[in-house]
């Protein structure tokens, strides 16, 4: 339930990528700190841009990291 009340909270626009962004962080255990507009905020001060075309933008500290077309690959490189 908490990560559907977060799903409705990211722009309509990117509901589908916001769907599949969150189950994967849900499935690799993943907590999710916190969501401004597009961005998840998780563990590390890791931040996890949604943009459209299911591409996520991670970055660290404000620098950016690196794209990501593939969830899997995305919470592999950040898990704790």
């Known amino acids: 339930m908490q ?3 977060l799903v409705l909270r990211l722009n309509a626009d990117k509901m589908v990528e916001s769907k599949i962004l969150l189950n994967a962080l849900k499935l690799y255990e993943i907590e999710v700190k916190a969501i401004e507009g597009n961005r998840v905020k998780v563990h590390n001060n890791f931040e996890i841009g949604i943009q459209a075309n299911a591409l996520f933008n991670l970055t660290n500290n404000g ?18």
Not at 63 to 80: N, S, T
Request: overall charge negative.
């Open 3 to 5: 990560y559907f009340c």
């Open 63 to 80: 620098d950016e990291i690196a794209a990501f077309v593939d969830v899997d690959e995305l919470c592999g490189f950040i898990m704790p």
